[in-house]
Structure formats: structure tokens, C-alpha cells
RNA sequence: GCCUCGGUAGCUCAGUGGUAGAGCAUCCGGCUGUUAACCGGACGGUCGUUGGUUCAAAUCCAACCCGGGGCGCCA
């Protein structure tokens, strides 16, 4: 039987005792007769300090054999030392090797999206990615902590469905036993009738889209949130989705600062969402926000941002590479490592300043009635510091089983939730339709089997009540938080189009 | 489906018609305290594929394959 060991996020609390690590190396610096081993084990990071003097001569060889990810047992005492992040480094007294790792193909050093994707399985070890799991983590347990303490029941939707929920999303098709079937892309028709069950329930579970989208926030496989209330109607169900985001950042910013200082995340921008209420804008308030001077003036503002942003990048690019020819080696790499970053960080603005223009001219033509498109969304955050909610949408561009407006039938009693920071629609809802006969009609007139809903109807039938919903994605609420660029690497295996592995 | 950018060493990239390059990784050697350690050396290439232009193609042209980003759609 092997000896107990301790976790490296627990080691703070033992200087001076000696004690047991087990983990992977994440990486190696070596002196002469002194080697320096930076070992992980899913809790922390902590440097090991080998000495040739102080171990055995077999101790002394697996710290030297130990390559990237090979796994070590430590034995050591624990030190503090301030030059190490969590304040502490262990003084080896034995290492053992438990398994030599072949060239690790994952270096400490840059790489690109798709080679990181094929070996998705070992870029989860990475600091980075580690930290957004753990957010994510957090995440999930804030979304059932609100709920649950509440009074909601978490219930599960079915996966496997016989027919398409709003009729308009492309779905996967498979065969389920002769009869065509799909995978679910919403939970939320079998949610209501869960609520006239028990009142307050939420489903957590995956979706399943398979629109052929290639962008930064699509995945063809993603986790929903499904909140759905009897007796609740658009205003209450904006207080749900409203305190549920408080929440979830408000516990993201106490639990994970470490998470989010390796994420290099700008903490101070979420700090404005966990005071609520977030504005709330009707469609028509939207439009005309949109389509405002106001807003013209705020994206020549960008422009002109972005263009000194621009000016300033390349006169600095320029003065590296005037001097990279003098430069030392250590200095010449770190002028490299800028120029990556500048690079980047000009490609970005380029492709702004392309968008800049067509974004001011979508805004500016937007007329009512139509839905939003991905730049209007963001031209609209780009006016508040927290998520604002829009609701009342024209009845045409929104599900069958929504409720229309009592005091405009134009409307719809829809609400989504944009996050800032150009984050999008990270929540989809509203209050449902209650009368039986305006399902009717709005089945046939969305081209949609009456017969895939009866069971549907039965709930309009037998105690119809007022009552709304909502779905959270739980990738893009993770991605706003986390403050990622892509969805990909919210979800520990992300599945796109063109991308089923590993 | 459309638009756009890209594919050069294991990785990240430079190389715009004239002998294929750098840093890192790997291996060897050096250095008692390193933090993406550092210093010296070695190893490492059908320049995405096919065809074309040319005395000469990584470089120019065409088609195709693969990938990034954007639009539409949406969480």
C-alpha cells in the first residue's frame, strides 16, 4: 500500500512537516548538483528543489530522468519562500519515479488552435485550462445552489425527442428503431410539464444543434439551464434570470480569484453585474437606441479608438525591430514574443475596423420588425457595463408557444439576456402562451404536426396557469466569465462542425 | 451556403523568382537558486496536394484538400 499523500493547494498550511506529494511534472530547471521540479497534481502547482547532496543517488536520477508529465512521488519538507506563487516549495528528501513520459508533445511554449484541439485530452492539464474547469465547476454548483435554494427541483428533460421544438433549428436525425428521431434542442416544452408537476423545476442537461456554424460562439453540443415557473410571468421570470447571473458572477469573483488571475481576467468588469436590476429595454427601446445618433457617435468613437490603438502597436513594432539587430538573446526573444502579441493583436483591430463600418450601417438601417443580428446584439451592450434585457419582441421572429403582448398583439412576452463585453445572448426565454386555441393556430401557422404536440395541449387542458421560463448556455455564461475568446474551451471536449475527437 | 485569411522542421513562425532559416522541444556538454532559466553543440524539411508558367518556384497562376475568423442561425 502506498504512503498518504497531501494536496499541493493544502501545502501552505504545513511549513516545516514533512510530507508526500504524487503528481506530473509540468516542468524542469536544472543547476548543477540542483534540480528544480515544477510538479502538479489537479489541486496546485509547487516547485520540488532536488540537491544532489541531500538525496539518494537513485532520488537524484529520477529527478534528473523526470521529462515533462512523467509521474513522481515526492517526499519533502515543506518551505516557505515568497518567490513562489502559494508562498511555498518543497525540499525533497526522496523521489521516486511512477512512470517515465515519453516526449510531451505539449510544451510550456505557444502552439496553435488546431493542433491544441487534436490533443484536447492533454491540453486539459494546462494551467489555462485548468483554471476554466474550475470555473466552470463553480459555475455549475452556483446554478444548482440558487435553484435548489429556492425551491426548484431539477428534473431531467429527454435527450431523444420525435419532433422539433420551434421547428426553425437544424437538428441531428437519427434512427431510433425504424422511426425517425432527433437529439434535443431544448428541453423546454417537457420542462413545462415537469412545472405543472411540481411548481419550480430546472433541467441541466446537453443540447444539440446542427446548424453548420463556424464561429467563435457555436458549439454543435452544449449544456442548458432550463428554469421553468408556474404561475410566473415575464417580470418574475427577468427576476430569475436576472438573480441567477448575479449569482453566478458574484460566486465566481469570491471562489475563483486565482482561476481568474491565471485567466488574466479583468475582474473589475464583471464587478458591475453583481448589482442588479440589469436595464431592461423593450424591442422598441432597442430599435431606437439602435438606431440612434447616439450610437453612431459611440462606434466613431471605437473607430477612432481602435485607429490610435493601430498607430501606436505599429510604431512600436517598428522600434523593436529597429534595435532586435544589437539585441541579446534573452532580449531578442522577448521582442519576439511581443510581436506575436502585437501581431495578434492587430489582426483584431483590422478585422474591427472592417466590421466597425457595416456595424454602423446595420445599426442605423435597422428597421422594427426584424430580428438582431450578432452586431446589433453587441452594439447594444456596448451602451451598459452589466447584461441588459430585451423583451416584447415582434411576435413574428420569436417561438409558436410564446404569449403575445395583452396590450399589443404585434408582441411577443420574450426576453433574452445579452452579457457586456460583446458576449452575446447568453439566456433565451419568456412567458408561454396558456390558451389552447391560439396553440392551435400557431402550430398550423409555423407548418408544424399538430399530432407531435398533443401531449402538449393535454397541459392546456388540464389546469393551464400563466407561467415562463428561460434556457441559460452554460458555455458562453463560462466564456463571459472566464473572459474567452472561443466557446471551445469552455466545455472540457467541444464538439463543432468538423470536430468529433478526440 | 457565402465572404475572408492561412497551410514552410515535433511546435511557433520568418523567408515575394536564384544553394531552406530562427527560437523552442529532443539529445550531448557546461553552470549551486532556477521561474517560458541561461550558455555551447548536435539532430531535425517531399515548403498541404496536383497541374501549369519559367533557364530557375516555398515564392507567380489554376483546381482541389485541410484549418482559423466573419455572416446567416442561435444558448
Known sequence: MSAPHRPISALAEQVGQTVTLKGWVYNTRYGKGLAFVEVRDGSGIVQVVVSEEEVSAEAWRAAQDATQESALEVVGTVVEDKRQTGGVE?????????????????????????????????????????????????????????????????????????????????????????????????????????????????????????????????????????????????????????????????????????????????????????????????????????????????????????????????????????????????????????????????AQIEEDLRNLPRWMESAASFEWGADFGGSDETVLTRHFDRPIIVHRYPAAVKAFYMKRDPEDDRLALGMDVLAPEGYGEIIGGGERATDLEFLREQVEAHGLPESAFDWYFDLRRYGSVPHAGFGLGLERTISWVCGLQHLREAIPFPRLIGRLHP
Request: charged fraction near 30%; charge should be negative.
Open 90 to 346: 518543497v525540499r525533497a528528501t526522496d523521489v521516486t519515479l511512477v512512470s517515465l513520459a515519453e516526449p510531451y508533445p505539449i510544451t510550456p511554449k505557444e502552439h496553435g488552435v488546431e493542433f491544441l484541439m487534436d490533443r484536447r485530452h492533454l491540453w486539459l492539464r494546462s494551467r489555462r485550462q485548468w483554471a476554466i474547469a474550475r470555473v466552470r465547476n463553480r459555475i455549475i454548483m452556483s446554478i444548482h445552489a440558487y435553484f435548489q435554494e429556492d425551491g426548484f427541483i431539477q428534473m431531467d428533460a429527454p435527450i431523444l425527442t420525435g419532433n422539433a421544438v420551434e421547428g426553425t433549428s437544424t437538428l441531428f436525425e437519427l434512427d431510433y428503431f425504424d422511426e425517425p428521431a432527433y437529439l434535443t434542442q431544448s428541453g423546454q416544452l417537457h420542462g413545462e410539464a415537469m412545472a405543472m408537476a411540481h411548481g419550480k423545476i430546472y433541467t441541466f442537461g446537453p443540447t444539440f444543434r446542427a446548424e453548420k456554424s463556424k464561429t467563435r460562439r457555436h458549439l454543435t453540443e452544449f449544456w442548458m439551464i432550463e428554469p421553468e415557473m408556474a404561475f410566473h410571468d415575464l417580470a418574475m421570470n427577468m427576476e430569475v434570470a436576472e438573480g441567477l447571473l448575479q449569482r453566478i458572477v458574484r460566486d465566481a469573483l469570491a471562489d475563483c480569484a486565482d482561476e481568474l488571475e491565471i485567466l488574466e481576467r479583468d475582474t473589475s468588469a464583471l464587478e458591475a453585474s453583481t448589482a442588479t436590476p440589469y436595464p431592461r429595454l423593450s424591442y422598441s427601446e432597442a430599435v431606437e437606441l439602435l438606431t440612434s445618433e447616439k450610437t453612431q457617435e459611440m462606434l466613431r468613437a471605437e473607430e477612432a479608438d481602435r485607429q490610435r490603438e493601430k498607430a501606436e502597436l505599429e510604431e512600436e513594432r517598428d522600434a523593436n525591430a529597429a534595435r532586435y539587430g544589437q539585441a541579446k538573446k534573452g532580449e531578442k526573444r522577448r521582442i519576439d514574443a511581443r510581436r506575436i502579441e502585437i501581431d495578434k493583436r492587430l
